[in-house]
């Protein structure tokens, strides 16, 4: 490994860009009003992002990107998890970005403008397994027709295009006989119905009735969509967890921020010892975290092919540190934690919605336990 | 002789022919887990005349203290090439030629604190092997509290009268010599009348008894001065009070970073640079075969390199300005993982781990021995403490 783990100059550049950006055009307030309205994400901030060259940060500068790399992505999908900003940037931006890349796709442009979003649409059951795919792509003369269901499909109502993995042949559990199609997601057939997340967000089931694709749909070749899909799904693990870092890192400034202010019994509360040791033990889950995160970002810009250790550390830590983090924010805030009107609630359910998309805990600890002869 | 020429890969190819020249096969033939420790000082009984050698052969090249200045005894390498001659040390499986707390500890003190002619006395001898130092930090009743040191020194005019007793001294009965923390103000506040003084352990009046440890050893002891008198200038010419008197305090919460970053850095233990996998892999194949021996080993690797990457984003900060007291945090978590570790391993063990000398040789006693790490060098809830307070700032009312 060659580049150091601490930030470089122009990772620290783009940073504090997007923090003191993010912290006006999109406070966790908006999150709220968007809820209430029951719209997934502002498409004005979205078009913001793409002028702030945000969507190109995968992409090579003849597409229109700044090539910047997995860290440099990690470090705005971090951003957006502090003030949970909403917007298809992973599955868009680091997703689809890296595996149109990958395949030599004419859409590079298209995303870098902000032009085009994309859903992955790739779990068919409750717990993240590529290979468990059965959604059948059937040959018919030159063309292939797409039947089947996929669930917890991020952006999956508003996006564009979809990436969907599907079996052209073998059995739902096999990895080979799986195949990536780029569809329109307007195409006849398609029906997303838009499920009502604790999140917010917009997250949807989409089902497949006979849609119709043809070769030139694919990335990468028939019967290999998991080599096609590999190091995107690692990229986008890797930015999921890069937002549950900074979503983590946004809740427990809210938590210390309590402790420093609420007063009982005559003292501030941050001075009892049990609540000070609780927060330090936090903080240094917090660093371990972004250490991982950062070495995650780090292998996926070096040597991609090697990432799946690096990136299942950070997504399984990251998805721990998380989940402590908002039960703390929750317990340390008392009853007012526990109200709507109070923002850590949407901290802890995206919290929550992140430690499942794309692998839980237990998949990538699956993941590190082959890696390493577990 | 060993060249240190400034370009990388011919200084690794230098370094190894070096490593090669001088650490005999026999040394390096030797798993990690059962090499001896070569501590060097005045009455070391070294385990084999190879180990006597290439601590010599260290010692006349400085690689004894690679980083420390040439003039000092130190062989002046950058860290960079430092990192070359460790890895290269690993990858030959040497051990390092000699290890103590004159290294570790009083060394990076006297760097800091000491006089020219303190550093160029005190640290030749360090690197060279021929003094052994301990520490003489706690005291029965200054243990987490340790700016209670009540241990006096009382100004004779020529010289300092020294009385009271220290605790929990490591090595105190194999040391040539002590840094210990004395008070020589009784009025001031307790951390200004705090003094950092060197003390001959063959001084009159000065006594160890060897305390033991829970793991059978007895590595640590209490150390007793009764009337000890320390020369206010020795008979080179130097005093023995490293920094300015009654400023020890400072002197002493620099050396507890460096101890600190050790104690959680160098946490890895029997594994080496093997993997978990791999350990257990060879223990006993079919323990994995546990689900819950599994998922705790899964959920321990997991922390472990997370861990490890912390180590190497601090030691990559601190080139560019130092931590601070974050340091604490890596000595916290590095601590609570080796006792995680540990308690793993004995799971994993079973009854064949039960035995003091048994099929998995001391690893009962390393398990034993790892439960101090959350308390020497400062327990985990002073660590906790150090973090909520100056890290996060919160209020102590
Ligand atoms: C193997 C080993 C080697 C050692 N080697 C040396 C050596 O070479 N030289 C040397 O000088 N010392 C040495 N020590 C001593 C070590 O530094 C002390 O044991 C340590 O600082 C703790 O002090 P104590 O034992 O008096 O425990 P105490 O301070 O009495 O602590 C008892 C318990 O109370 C807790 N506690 C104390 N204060 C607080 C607080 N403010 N808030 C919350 N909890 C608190 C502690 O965390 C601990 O759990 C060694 C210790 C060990 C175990």
């Keep these: 490994m060659t580049l150091s783990l601490v930030p470089s100059e122009d990772e620290t550049m783009l940073r504090d860009a997007a923090r003191s950006f993010l912290a006006e055009a999109s406070p966790v307030s908006s999150l709220r009003r968007n809820r209430d309205r029951g719209i997934p994400y502002d498409t004005e901030l979205w078009s913001q992002m793409a002028q702030l060259g945000w969507t190109g940060v995968l992409l090579p500068e003849e597409a229109g990107g700044s090539d910047m790399g997995h860290r440099a992505a990690g470090i705005l999908a971090e951003e957006m998890g502090e003030v949970l900003a909403a917007s298809p940037f992973l599955s868009t931006a680091v997703i689809a970005a890296t595996a149109l890349r990958q395949a030599g796709s004419d859409r590079l442009s298209q995303i870098a403008e902000g032009a085009v979003t994309y859903a992955l649409a790739i779990d068919e059951k409750a717990k993240f397994s590529p290979r468990a795919s059965a959604l059948q792509a059937v040959r018919q003369g030159n063309s292939y027709r797409l039947s089947g269901r996929k669930c917890f499909v991020a952006d999956g109502s508003s996006a564009k295009r979809l990436l969907v993995l599907a079996r052209t042949s073998g059995r739902a559990g096999e990895a080979e006989g799986l195949t990536l199609f780029d569809i329109d997601a307007a195409r006849a057939g398609v029906t997303p119905q838009r499920s009502n997340t604790v999140d917010s967000r917009d997250h949807a089931t989409l089902i497949f009735e006979d ?14 969509g998991m080599a096609a899909i590999h190091t995107a799904l690692n990229a986008g693990q890797a930015s999921m967890a890069a937002e549950l870092l900074g979503l983590t890192s946004g809740a427990f400034s809210m938590t210390a921020g309590y ?22 033990h936090l903080w240094a889950q917090i660093e371990i975290t972004a250490s991982a995160v950062a070495n995650a970002g780090r292998v996926l810009d070096e040597s991609p092919d090697e990432a799946d250790l690096a990136v299942s550390v950070a997504k399984a830590h990251a998805t721990q540190t998380a989940q402590l983090a908002v039960r703390e924010g929750v317990q340390m805030h008392g009853g007012i934690g526990m109200t709507d009107e109070f923002d850590m609630g949407f901290y802890m359910k995206r919290a929550r919605v992140g430690a499942e998309w794309l692998g839980d805990y237990g998949y990538h600890a699956a993941r590190v336990a082959a890696a390493r002869g577990i | 002789m060993l060249d ?6 011919a200084f690794r190819a230098n370094v190894s022919t070096w490593i090669e020249a001088h650490c005999a096969e026999s040394l390096r033939a030797i798993p990690q887990a059962e090499r001896e420790i070569c501590w060097g000082g005045k009455g070391f009984t070294f385990a084999s005349q190879a180990q006597h050698d290439w601590m010599k052969a260290a010692a006349e090249t400085g690689m004894s203290a690679p980083r420390w200045p040439v003039e000092y005894g130190g062989a002046g390498l950058s860290r960079a090439q430092e990192k070359i001659y460790r890895e290269e040390l690993a990858r030959l499986n040497a051990p390092t030629p000699l290890e103590s707390f004159g290294l570790w500890m009083l060394g990076p003190a006297l760097l800091q604190f000491g006089t020219h002619e303190q550093k160029l006395h005190y640290l030749p001898q360090i690197t060279r092997g021929e003094i052994r130092w301990c520490q003489g930090y706690s005291e029965p009743g200054a243990g987490s509290d340790l700016a209670s040191v009540q241990t006096r020194a009382e100004d004779m005019g020529d010289h300092w009268l ?16 002590i840094f210990a923390l004395v008070r020589t103000d009784r009025e001031a506040p307790k951390h200004r009348g705090i003094s950092f003084m060197l003390i001959d352990m063959e001084a009159e009046g000065v006594t160890t008894r060897p305390i033991r440890l829970i793991s059978g050893a007895s590595p640590f002891c209490e150390t007793f001065f009764e009337n000890v008198v320390v020369p206010k200038e020795d008979p080179v010419g130097l005093s023995r009070i490293v920094g300015e008197l009654n400023r020890g305090w400072d002197v002493a919460k620099h050396l507890l970073t460096h101890e600190r970053e050790m104690i959680g850095g160098g946490a890895q233990g029997l594994l080496g640079s093997r993997s978990l996998g791999a350990f257990l892999a060879d223990l006993d194949p079919e323990v994995l075969e546990d689900p819950v021996l599994k998922t705790r080993a899964m959920a321990l690797e997991i922390d472990s390199l997370a861990t490890a990457m912390t180590l190497e984003r601090y030691k990559d900060m601190a080139k560019q300005g130092g931590v601070g007291h974050a340091s604490a945090m890596l ?3 590095g601590t609570e993982l080796n006792k995680r570790r540990y308690e793993l391993l004995m799971s994993v063990t079973g009854s064949d781990g039960l035995e003091w000398d048994g099929p998995h040789g001391t690893l009962a006693q390393e398990w034993l021995r790892t439960k101090a790490n959350s308390i020497e060098g400062g327990t985990s809830e002073v660590m906790l403490d150090i973090l909520a307070k100056r890290v996060l700032d919160l209020p102590s009312q």
């Design chain 1, 211 to 224: 849609v119709e694709a043809t070769g030139a749909d694919i990335l990468g070749d028939i019967d290999n």
């Design chain 1, 259 to 280: 402790l420093r202010e609420r007063k009982q019994f005559g003292r501030t509360i941050g001075s009892f010892q049990a609540l000070q040791h609780r927060a330090a």
């Design chain 2, 4 to 9: 240190l020429s400034d370009d990388p890969e």
């Design chain 2, 162 to 177: 020294v009385n009271g007793s220290k605790i929990w001294t490591s090595y105190a009965d194999k040391a040539d010599w």
């Design chain 2, 331 to 333: 000595k916290y978590a």
